[in-house]
């Protein structure tokens, strides 16, 4: 379970108008695109589909496909997907995890439906790993906003961090971080990271690094 961060020197993920595309340069987004054609699944979570609208797809600088994760996962309690969402329209299979009373048809023959039980009125996450194990789904890369960041770290269920910073500065403290959830109040709990590397895109820099298990 890799999840895949992208923010400002700051720590900022858009400004304080929700402006957000782009704050990493082409190349990191080459690799990023590279990292989804190598997954496994790819999941996000609604608010990023409703916001962001994203194909889901691994596409080269011109926009052309370059391939796609086996599967594309969304997150979605009450199913508020929208049927023209742009990843519907890309061939691929996707699977759409509602809560265990959400009423949804699929919208096309490459969506699966799949409930989950409720954990604080959201889809299971833990159910939603174990789904994706199940169907020999290792590599999986979470692209999300930080409501479902927030949640997959607060539920110990993240091994890796690919985290690409981009070297501006945003500012302003309504502007929103990657990682929403309760946080933690001592330094001591914090999530640390192990066997870390960083590489340079054009002056971003990717920083990865294991997730240390208490
Ligand atoms: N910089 C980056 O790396 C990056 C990447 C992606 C998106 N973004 C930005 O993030 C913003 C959207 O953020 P967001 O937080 O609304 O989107 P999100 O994390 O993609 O989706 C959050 C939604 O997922 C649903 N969800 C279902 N089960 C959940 C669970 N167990 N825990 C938490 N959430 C669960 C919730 O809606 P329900 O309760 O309705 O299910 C929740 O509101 C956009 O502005 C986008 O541009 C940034």
Not at 93 to 121: A, C, I, K
Not at 135 to 146: D, F, P, T
Not at 157 to 178: T, Y
């Amino acid at each position: 379970m890799t999840l895949k961060l992208a923010t400002s020197l700051d720590g900022k993920t858009a400004t304080r108008t929700g402006e957000s595309q782009w704050i990493t340069n082409e190349s990191s987004r080459a690799k990023v695109h590279e990292m989804r054609r190598q997954a496994d699944a790819l999941v996000t979570g609604i608010g990023t589909v409703v916001v962001d609208k994203p194909r889901l797809t691994a596409r080269d600088l011109e926009g052309n496909p370059t391939g796609r994760p086996l599967l594309r996962v969304v997150v979605d309690t009450d199913g508020r997907m929208p049927s023209d969402a742009p990843l519907l329209a890309e061939s691929g299979d996707v699977l759409w995890v509602v809560g265990e009373n959400t009423d949804v048809e699929p919208p096309t023959e490459s969506v699966m439906v799949h409930r989950t039980g409720l954990v604080d009125g959201k889809v299971d996450l833990e159910e939603v790993v174990k789904l994706l194990g199940s169907k020999g789904l290792h590599n999986v890369m979470i692209e999300a906003g930080a409501g479902l960041a927030g949640a997959v770290i607060q539920a110990g269920l993240v091994d890796k961090i690919s985290a690409f910073i981009a070297p501006k500065l945003i500012g302003g403290s309504d502007a929103p971080g990657p990682i929403a959830s309760t946080g933690i109040s001592s330094l001591g709990d914090a999530v640390r990271l192990k066997n870390v590397n960083h590489q340079a895109f054009d002056g971003d820099i990717l920083v990865e690094g294991y997730v240390v298990r208490n």
